[in-house]
């Protein structure tokens, strides 16, 4: 079992930037952020290869976030810029065992952190 402990969350004005991190302990394949608002579905965000490093992003933060990883840290990180109030909401690094088809679906992620809030003022 992964085990996953996320940071950096917080408040911030409308176009700032903060950085989240997860740190993971045990085997993935590959990594995600997710994030739901208050009366919303969990959202996937974006992902991440633990081999190879291949991204890819939901078409709300696409151009705005990064996903990146320090496999030497054995962390994770979600870089946000140009925030928006709409971004606001709890944040999670989630963990699969996959080395393909990592779609940015809740059920192909088994292990999961406990979340951050991330809340943005307009």
């Known amino acids: 079992q992964v085990q996953l402990v996320e940071s950096g969350g917080g408040s911030v004005q409308a176009g700032g930037s903060l950085r989240l991190s997860c740190a993971v302990s045990?085997?993935?394949?590959?990594m995600a952020w997710f994030r739901q608002a208050p009366g919303k579905e969990r959202e996937g965000i974006a992902r991440?290869?633990?081999?190879?490093?291949?991204?890819a992003y939901a078409d709300s933060v696409k151009g705005r976030f990064t996903i990146s990883q320090d496999n030497a840290k054995r962390t994770l990180y979600l870089q946000m810029d140009s925030l928006k109030p709409e971004d606001t909401g709890m944040y999670y690094c989630?963990?699969?065992?996959?080395?393909?088809?990592?779609?940015?679906?809740?059920?192909?992620?088994?292990?999961w952190g406990q979340g951050t809030q991330v809340t943005v003022s307009s």
């Open positions: 991440i290869y633990t081999t190879g490093g291949a991204t």
């Open positions: 045990g085997s993935t394949g590959c």
């Open positions: 989630a963990a699969s065992g996959r080395t393909l088809l990592c779609y940015l679906a809740s059920s192909v992620f088994n292990d």
